[in-house]
Protein backbone atom coordinates (compact mmCIF):
# COMPACT_ATOMS: atom_id res chain seq x y z
CA UNK A 1 0.00 0.00 0.00
CA UNK A 2 1.26 3.27 -0.51
CA UNK A 3 -0.24 6.34 1.21
CA UNK A 4 0.11 10.17 0.17
CA UNK A 5 0.76 12.91 2.96
CA UNK A 6 -0.18 16.33 2.70
CA UNK A 7 1.77 18.29 4.17
CA UNK A 8 3.90 16.33 5.39
CA UNK A 9 5.91 18.33 7.44
CA UNK A 10 3.31 20.08 9.43
CA UNK A 11 3.51 18.46 12.74
CA UNK A 12 0.30 16.03 12.55
CA UNK A 13 1.59 15.26 8.99
CA UNK A 14 4.58 14.41 10.46
CA UNK A 15 3.23 12.54 12.85
CA UNK A 16 1.48 10.27 10.03
CA UNK A 17 4.15 10.01 7.84
CA UNK A 18 6.43 8.62 10.49
CA UNK A 19 3.33 6.39 12.19
CA UNK A 20 3.04 4.55 8.09
CA UNK A 21 6.91 4.32 7.91
CA UNK A 22 7.47 2.58 11.09
CA UNK A 23 4.55 0.31 9.82
CA UNK A 24 6.19 -0.35 6.84
CA UNK A 25 3.82 1.70 4.63
CA UNK A 26 4.99 3.62 1.30
CA UNK A 27 4.68 6.93 2.00
CA UNK A 28 4.76 9.76 -0.56
CA UNK A 29 4.74 13.01 1.11
CA UNK A 30 4.02 16.38 -0.86
CA UNK A 31 5.19 19.50 1.34
CA UNK A 32 6.89 22.88 0.07
CA UNK A 33 9.21 23.06 3.01
CA UNK A 34 8.83 26.60 3.69
CA UNK A 35 9.57 26.63 7.47
CA UNK A 36 12.92 25.59 9.56
CA UNK A 37 10.56 23.13 11.54
CA UNK A 38 9.74 21.14 7.67
CA UNK A 39 13.52 21.23 7.04
CA UNK A 40 14.12 19.54 10.20
CA UNK A 41 11.59 17.32 10.09
CA UNK A 42 12.54 15.93 6.74
CA UNK A 43 16.05 14.66 8.65
CA UNK A 44 13.89 12.20 10.59
CA UNK A 45 12.32 10.76 7.52
CA UNK A 46 14.02 11.81 4.25
CA UNK A 47 16.89 8.40 4.09
CA UNK A 48 13.82 6.01 4.53
CA UNK A 49 13.77 3.95 1.53
CA UNK A 50 10.01 3.92 2.13
CA UNK A 51 9.70 7.79 1.50
CA UNK A 52 9.25 9.88 -1.44
CA UNK A 53 8.85 13.67 -1.35
CA UNK A 54 7.66 16.38 -3.51
CA UNK A 55 7.03 20.10 -2.88
CA UNK A 56 3.87 20.19 -4.84
CA UNK A 57 1.38 17.66 -5.79
CA UNK A 58 1.60 17.91 -9.34
CA UNK A 59 5.50 17.00 -9.05
CA UNK A 60 3.95 14.02 -7.64
CA UNK A 61 1.49 13.82 -10.43
CA UNK A 62 4.80 13.65 -13.28
CA UNK A 63 6.67 11.53 -11.25
CA UNK A 64 4.42 8.89 -9.80
CA UNK A 65 1.73 6.37 -11.16
CA UNK A 66 -0.98 6.78 -9.08
CA UNK A 67 -2.31 2.97 -8.44
CA UNK A 68 -5.98 1.50 -6.83
CA UNK A 69 -4.00 0.64 -3.56
CA UNK A 70 -3.37 4.21 -2.89
CA UNK A 71 -4.77 6.42 -0.11
CA UNK A 72 -3.98 9.86 0.82
CA UNK A 73 -4.34 11.77 3.77
CA UNK A 74 -4.40 15.66 3.65
CA UNK A 75 -4.90 18.05 6.36
CA UNK A 76 -6.69 20.55 6.11
CA UNK A 77 -8.02 23.64 8.26
CA UNK A 78 -8.39 21.18 11.80
CA UNK A 79 -9.61 18.13 9.51
CA UNK A 80 -8.17 15.26 8.02
CA UNK A 81 -9.34 14.18 4.61
CA UNK A 82 -9.11 10.53 3.90
CA UNK A 83 -9.27 8.77 0.49
CA UNK A 84 -9.47 5.36 -0.28
CA UNK A 85 -10.80 2.93 -2.22
CA UNK A 86 -12.37 6.20 -4.09
CA UNK A 87 -13.57 6.94 -0.96
CA UNK A 88 -13.25 10.40 0.45
CA UNK A 89 -14.12 10.59 4.30
CA UNK A 90 -13.73 13.85 6.42
CA UNK A 91 -12.56 13.33 9.89
CA UNK A 92 -12.69 16.02 12.31
CA UNK A 93 -9.75 16.50 14.69
CA UNK A 94 -10.05 16.34 18.46
CA UNK A 95 -7.94 18.84 20.28
CA UNK A 96 -4.48 17.11 19.96
CA UNK A 97 -1.17 17.34 21.31
CA UNK A 98 2.40 15.97 20.25
CA UNK A 99 5.60 16.80 19.75
CA UNK A 100 6.52 19.32 17.20
CA UNK A 101 3.07 21.33 17.90
CA UNK A 102 2.76 24.91 17.83
CA UNK A 103 2.75 25.86 21.29
CA UNK A 104 3.39 29.68 20.70
CA UNK A 105 0.01 29.76 18.63
CA UNK A 106 -1.93 28.18 21.19
CA UNK A 107 -0.09 30.90 23.64
CA UNK A 108 1.39 28.18 25.74
CA UNK A 109 4.56 29.11 27.58
CA UNK A 110 5.11 26.13 30.15
CA UNK A 111 4.47 22.96 31.02
CA UNK A 112 1.85 23.67 33.34
CA UNK A 113 0.15 25.45 30.41
CA UNK A 114 0.50 22.86 28.41
CA UNK A 115 -1.27 20.76 31.17
CA UNK A 116 -3.91 22.91 31.81
CA UNK A 117 -4.61 23.11 28.41
CA UNK A 118 -4.73 18.95 27.58
CA UNK A 119 -7.46 18.87 30.33
CA UNK A 120 -9.34 21.86 29.50
CA UNK A 121 -9.82 20.59 26.02
CA UNK A 122 -9.55 16.82 26.54
CA UNK A 123 -6.83 16.71 24.19
CA UNK A 124 -5.78 13.33 22.75
CA UNK A 125 -2.06 12.48 22.60
CA UNK A 126 -1.20 12.59 18.32
CA UNK A 127 0.29 8.91 19.24
CA UNK A 128 -3.08 7.58 20.27
CA UNK A 129 -4.67 9.04 17.73
CA UNK A 130 -3.27 7.94 15.19
CA UNK A 131 -3.47 4.24 16.62
CA UNK A 132 -7.29 5.23 15.61
CA UNK A 133 -6.94 6.33 12.38
CA UNK A 134 -4.59 3.20 11.09
CA UNK A 135 -7.28 1.05 11.44
CA UNK A 136 -9.39 2.71 8.87
CA UNK A 137 -6.35 3.57 7.11
CA UNK A 138 -4.37 0.71 6.93
CA UNK A 139 -7.53 -1.86 7.56
CA UNK A 140 -11.20 -1.70 6.89
CA UNK A 141 -12.55 -0.51 9.78
CA UNK A 142 -14.51 2.46 10.05
CA UNK A 143 -12.92 5.55 12.27
CA UNK A 144 -14.06 5.68 15.49
CA UNK A 145 -11.81 7.63 18.20
CA UNK A 146 -11.16 5.26 21.22
CA UNK A 147 -11.63 6.25 24.86
CA UNK A 148 -8.48 7.11 25.97
CA UNK A 149 -7.34 7.93 30.09
CA UNK A 150 -3.83 8.59 30.42
CA UNK A 151 -2.64 8.88 34.11
CA UNK A 152 -0.80 12.13 35.04
CA UNK A 153 2.44 9.98 34.73
CA UNK A 154 2.04 9.26 30.86
CA UNK A 155 1.09 12.99 30.48
CA UNK A 156 3.53 14.31 32.21
CA UNK A 157 6.06 11.97 30.38
CA UNK A 158 4.27 13.23 26.66
CA UNK A 159 4.38 16.98 27.91
CA UNK A 160 7.89 16.74 28.70
CA UNK A 161 8.15 15.09 24.95
CA UNK A 162 6.67 18.10 23.61
CA UNK A 163 9.42 20.17 25.26
CA UNK A 164 11.86 18.30 24.33
CA UNK A 165 11.67 17.78 20.84
CA UNK A 166 10.87 22.35 20.94
CA UNK A 167 14.52 22.71 22.20
CA UNK A 168 15.67 20.96 19.41
CA UNK A 169 14.79 23.78 16.80
CA UNK A 170 15.99 26.38 18.90
Not at 62 to 83: F, I, K, W
Not at 104 to 111: E, S, T
Request: hydrophobic content about 40%; glycine content about 6%; some cysteine.
Amino acid sequence: MIVTVQPCFHWIGFHITSYLLQEGVEVIGIDPIETNQSDFLYMYVGRNSNFQHFFQKKDKENHVQGTEEEASVEYVDQHLLVRKNRKAIWVKLPSLYGEWMDLNRLGIQDKDQLKSWIKEKEAVYIGDFLHDLSKSLLGDQAFQLSSHVEGEDLMDQRIEAVFHSRKLLC
